[in-house]
């Protein structure tokens, strides 16, 4: 009998621990497309798997920093949202919310998907029911961070801290950071899918407590110190992404990224990561993809010449 008994607990744990194994596998699926599971198209989604050789690289002071290296003669106009693009013309007209326009030959558009399947940027003439159908064919993910400074490393050397919660997509890790030269430390917490879209409609306070519970959970009350500052990310209700990346949803293809990127009148181009489908879903995708664009309007101009 105790034979028996002992090998069901061991029967049950290890179905315990592939099941956990599992949830964690699609939870770090899910993580990276911002997308529930059942809500991304597999196939497809192999092909957007596209990938560098190396590591990754984070900015140290953000992708701000590669803005201002890239675009030092540039004149950039902020605060200066746009609601309208005309390209029956001769000339485009861009006009702003404040009722500002502008004039061009060219526009490229590198809004996100998600402002595009907002409806919120007017075009005329309307977009072409093949652009409309692309763009509603590829998903807009979700993934959201809390970042948490503290004033001592108590989780010790470890680089991230993982857990698996019977809530899908409760903060499946947390990745530390630590700055060597002010000893600054931080973690961050990654959240993502349906369980980010909820948590988005709460204050920012209540969700830095809901990551500082789990971090309870996990070293115990009296370990985890209270933070010394905290940033929340909000990118689904942020007016000028409304989401994180896109994905590839079921029935979708890289035919749909092909025709997101394609031009209108050799006057209008698009770009972005989602426009890029082997690279979609990235940083690398949209920087290519505007580069594309780019040269597609310096080859027009040259013909014109």
Not at 44 to 68: C, P, Q, R, V, W
Not at 192 to 216: H, M, R, S
Not at 231 to 254: A, D, E, H, R
Request: neutral net charge; contains cysteine; hydrophobic residues 35%.
């Amino acid at each position: 009998i105790s034979a028996c008994l002992v090998g069901s607990e061991m029967c049950i744990r290890d179905r315990y621990q592939r099941r956990v194994r599992g949830d964690f596998k699609i939870w770090t699926f899910e993580e990276y497309t911002g997308a529930d599971f059942y809500k991304v198209g597999l196939e497809n989604f192999i092909l957007g798997e596209a990938s560098f050789d190396g590591g990754n690289y984070m900015l140290k002071h953000g992708y701000t920093s590669l803005i201002n290296k890239m675009t030092p003669d540039l004149n950039i106009v902020y605060q200066c949202p746009v609601s309208s693009i005309s390209y029956s013309g001769s000339k485009l007209i861009v006009e702003s919310k404040d009722g500002r326009k502008f004039e061009g030959d060219s526009i490229v558009i590198s809004v996100s998907l998600g402002v595009l399947k907002s409806k919120s940027l007017n075009f005329d003439p309307e977009l072409p029911e093949w652009k409309i159908k692309a763009i509603d064919a590829l998903g807009m993910g979700l993934m959201n961070k809390v970042i948490l400074y503290f004033p001592t490393r108590f989780w010790g050397s470890v680089s991230r801290i993982c857990y698996v919660s019977k809530t899908k997509g409760e903060f499946p890790w947390f990745d530390a950071w630590i700055n060597k030269k002010n000893g600054t430390c931080a973690l961050l917490g990654w959240l993502a899918c349906d369980y980010a879209i909820e948590l988005e409609k709460l204050p920012d306070e209540e969700i830095i407590q809901k990551a500082l519970g789990i971090l309870k959970k996990i070293y115990g009350e009296s370990k985890v110190p209270t933070p010394t500052a905290a940033y929340v990310s909000k990118w689904g209700q942020n007016p000028f992404t409304l989401g994180s990346y896109s994905y590839f949803m079921p029935g979708s293809s890289l035919d749909d990224t092909v025709a997101l990127s394609e031009d209108l009148d050799k006057k209008v181009f698009f770009c972005g990561e989602a426009t890029c489908g082997e690279y979609i879903g990235t940083i690398h995708g949209a920087l290519m993809s505007g580069e594309r664009e780019a040269s597609k309007i310096l080859h027009l101009v040259s013909i014109k010449k």
